[in-house]
């Protein structure tokens, strides 16, 4: 395998954060190199990766603004590589609301960004 991996995250809590430390475990227990950064402090050239993993928490039914923003500003990069994102909601817990089908802020997240997936 042996990709370079970058996982960056949007979290209040801590939680979201947690969630990265244990997909980085892991990933790097696979043979990969992989890095993790607060979104707010990602400042690398995206397609300098292989993969680049977004992960994102839900607060009051949203997730922080500059969650899209950051999307859409890396839009083009982010649609040259292999990527991945994960939402950490309560919501999330119910069986029918736990995947990136079902899952309403999901679902919702997606339609309000302008990217092919
Ligand atoms: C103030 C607050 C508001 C929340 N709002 C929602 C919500 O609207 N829907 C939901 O499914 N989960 C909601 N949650 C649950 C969080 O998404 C969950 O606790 C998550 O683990 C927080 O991750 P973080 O620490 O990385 O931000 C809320 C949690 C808090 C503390």
Known sequence: MNKKIEIVYSTVDGHTQ????AIAE???????????????????SITDFDV?????????GY??????????THQKELEQIQTA????????????KNTA??????VKFLKSIKMAY
């Open 18 to 21: 947690k969630s990265c430390t």
């Open 26 to 44: 892991h990933l790097l227990a696979k043979g990969n190199t992989v890095e993790i950064f607060s979104l707010d402090y990602f400042n690398q």
């Open 52 to 60: 680049f993993v977004i992960g994102a928490s839900i607060r009051y």
């Open 63 to 72: 997730y922080r603004k500059k969650v899209k923003r950051f999307i859409e």
């Open 85 to 96: 994102f994960f939402s950490v909601n309560i919501v999330a817990r119910k069986e029918n």
């Open 101 to 106: 089908l079902t899952n309403p802020y999901f």
